[in-house]
């Protein structure tokens, strides 16, 4: 019976893996869409799609694993886990495809050249990356360490306001741009908090402590 439980936690943590991919790629594919407008925009929203298909596999299983196996305390710790983190990794997802709408707007200017939103997207997809990977590899210290990347996210969303302001006071960038950008780089910050909720939520799957 043991074994076959093991069997499902593995599956669990293999639709974990592959629902943080989906987001790494949509946070890519958005971030694309806003440097160069190479990536169509139908693909994020497609990947915003499939991440809500997995969080809903993932949870059916979870419930199955909960009502089913009859789990001890540690893995219905974990089973809990998980259940948090899907939540995070779909609004991920969400905030993926809210970036990719304001490429309708800020999609090659030349403003953006100047701040600095791809440092933020590739700090994000790092801090979701190593979420996940904490998780399914029960390390504790990467999980520490995700969350305290948020502040390298957080410094680089101060400068990105920083940067605008200068353009603004410059007059080098008009108002509705601005604001796009920036809008754009506080969907970058959310996505770091979500990814240091994963990374807290793994914290309490291994420790059993949990700070809200």
């Known amino acids: 019976m043991r074994k076959y439980y ?16 989906l987001c790494q790629e949509a946070i890519f594919m958005a971030t694309r869409i806003l440097r160069d407008n190479k990536q169509p925009r139908a693909e994020v929203d497609a990947k915003e799609t499939a991440i809500d298909k997995k969080e809903r596999e993932i949870e059916n299983l979870c419930m199955h694993l909960i009502l089913r196996q009859q789990p001890i305390a540690t893995d219905l710790r974990r089973i809990g886990a ?11 997802g969400d905030q993926a495809a809210d970036i990719a709408e304001l ?4 999609s090659g200017c030349d403003s953006q050249s100047r701040i600095h939103l791809w ?5 994000t997809v790092k801090m ?8 399914v590899e029960d390390d504790l210290e990467l999980a520490r360490r995700v969350m305290a990347a948020d502040d390298t996210v957080d410094s680089l969303f101060e400068k990105v306001k920083d940067e605008i302001m200068q ?3 410059d007059r080098s960038i008009d108002a509705r741009e601005s604001l796009d950008l920036l809008m754009a780089a506080k969907y970058f910050e959310r996505i770091g908090d979500h990814a240091v909720n994963i ?3 793994v914290e309490y799957s291994i ?3 949990h700070e809200e």
């Open 119 to 123: 440092d933020m997207a590739q700090a």
């Open 103 to 106: 490429s309708t707007y800020i």
């Open 128 to 135: 979701v990356t190593d979420s996940v990977a904490a998780f």
């Open 167 to 169: 353009m603004i006071y």
């Open 207 to 209: 420790t059993g402590s």
């Open 199 to 201: 990374a807290e939520w």
């Open 82 to 92: 998980a259940l948090k983190m899907i939540s995070d990794m779909e609004r991920i």
């Open 6 to 21: 093991d069997e499902e936690l593995n599956k669990l943590h293999e639709l974990l893996v592959e629902m943080g991919n």
